[in-house]
């Protein structure tokens, strides 16, 4: 069960990770004082929507990623084709989120998880690295060359 809650847990602070960065992103990017854009993208597009932006069966990140414009998309893209160490973090961080909906919307208790507490806390890690960067893949449009060393 440790695994379990591990997944879980994990999960959860991904979660939060990633859209507080899309939160702060839009943040960064509205005319100031006007607030409503960002009471909207964390109304109806981050607050319980969070399951919907990734294809977490496909494992795949392209459907959040071209939720930012397909030029972000291409970017983005380009950017992890460069990079072997982002495209492992990014397909952690979606085996994570695909083993969390398999526990949370299973049945947790009878749930078998192929992976050891310290499998799923490597995971974890590596999966982090991709919420931890992905602020700084939003305000470079995608692409690590064009933000600042």
Not at 70 to 92: H, M, P, Y
Not at 137 to 149: I, K, T, Y
Request: proline fraction near 1%; aromatic fraction near 8%; glycine fraction near 6%.
């Amino acid at each position: 069960m440790h695994a379990k809650t591990l997944v879980i847990a994990g999960a959860s602070r991904l979660e939060k990770q990633v859209t507080g960065a899309v939160a702060d992103h839009v943040r960064a990017n509205v005319v100031a004082g006007n607030t409503t854009v960002i009471e909207f993208v964390e109304k109806k597009a981050l607050f319980r929507n969070y399951h919907s932006l990734f294809d977490w069966d496909a494992r795949n990140a392209n459907k959040f990623f071209a939720l930012f414009g397909q030029d972000f998309r291409k970017n983005v893209n380009e950017t992890i084709g460069q990079d072997v160490n982002l495209a492992d973090c990014i397909r952690s961080f979606l085996e994570l989120g695909a083993l969390r909906n398999v526990l949370v919307h299973g049945d947790l208790l009878a749930a078998s998880l192929d992976k050891t507490a310290d499998e799923v806390l490597s995971l974890y890690e590596r999966a982090d690295q991709f919420a931890a960067l992905l602020p700084t893949l939003l305000s470079a449009g995608g692409s690590l060359s064009a933000s600042p060393d």
